[in-house]
């Protein structure tokens, strides 16, 4: 991740910060989704079966 970032701030030193912000809008276009979908799939697995009632 280190060398990544060390890419990203020479690219970014060279004259080309479109290319890194195309690059983190990308990654972001797939990332926040996918991650929001996965978690609330999750929360509801977790509400409706793995949490016990608590009416008896």
């Known amino acids: 991740m280190a060398v ?3 890419i990203a701030k020479k690219t970014l030193r060279n004259g080309d910060p479109a290319g890194v912000v195309n690059k983190i809008d990308n990654f972001s276009k797939w990332a926040f989704p996918t991650l929001y979908i996965v978690f609330n799939v999750l929360y509801w697995v977790a509400y409706l079966y793995w949490i016990p ?4």
């Open 53 to 56: 009632d608590e009416i008896d």
């Open 4 to 6: 990544k970032a060390a």
